[in-house]
T-cell receptor, first 112, second 114 residues
């Protein structure tokens, strides 16, 4: 089966701009999760979407937002970019609630 | 506070040596526990998971982990490592009530020398 796909692979933005990251889950998976992996901070939970609804969010400011489309793909938007937003953003999907997550390769966001 | 602590940040072993990576968690209530592995240049993959039942869990590639509830631990073991086990290993915990949130440890980099 095709895995979780994320685009773009790399993204370079300047401070204050907006970034949009995309994720396609494994076929049949309805839950999508976003994680931030910043240097020295490990993997931090950002957002969880299930059946098109935001179900939970981590301890991140409102300028981190997203949505899930009817085909279960998802978008993560980061507004008013700050230098500390530079990180690897990982998307994961799962087939049912509480089932193990399957991760994509991530989008490396660099803010200059 | 909910947290996961991995004792070793960087481990170097020779092939055929035994491996044990420590993981302790702080989480109220019933937990689900996971070990993920990230091989160089690849995405995070599930190594094994514990939801309930037998506290000794067997995963892929000869790995196993033991859940010791009294110690809040979920240590990863392998009797004999191979060069191909060189990777970063992450322990993670979630609550049994679904919040969609996995709490990860900081990761342990394992380097196996041939």
């Amino acid at each position: 089966e095709a895995g979780v796909t994320q685009s773009p692979t790399h993204l370079i933005k300047t401070r204050g701009q907006q970034a949009t990251l995309r994720c396609s889950p494994i076929s049949g998976h309805t839950s999508v999760y976003w994680y931030q992996q910043a240097l020295g901070l490990g993997l931090q939970f950002l957002l969880w979407y299930d059946e098109g609804e935001e179900r939970n969010r981590g301890n991140f400011p409102p300028r981190f937002s997203g949505r899930q489309f009817p085909n279960y793909s998802s978008e993560l938007n980061v507004n008013a970019l700050e230098l500390e937003d530079s990180a690897l953003y990982l998307c994961a999907s799962s087939s049912y609630r509480n089932s193990p997550l399957h991760f994509g390769n991530g989008t490396r966001l660099t803010v200059t | 506070a909910q947290s996961v602590s991995q004792h070793n940040h960087h481990v170097i072993l020779s092939e055929a040596a035994s491996l044990e990576l420590g993981c302790n968690y702080s989480y109220g209530g019933t937990v689900n526990l996971f070990w993920y592995v990230q091989y160089p240049g690849q995405h995070l993959q599930l190594l094994l998971k514990y939801f309930s039942g037998d506290p000794l869990v067997k995963g892929i590639k000869g790995f196993e982990a033991e859940f010791i509830k009294s110690k809040f631990s979920f240590n990863l073991r392998k009797p004999s490592v191979q060069w191909s086990d060189t990777a970063e290993y992450f322990c993670a915990v979630s609550g049994s009530s679904n919040t969609g949130k996995l709490i990860f440890g900081q990761g342990t980099t394992l380097q196996v020398k041939p």
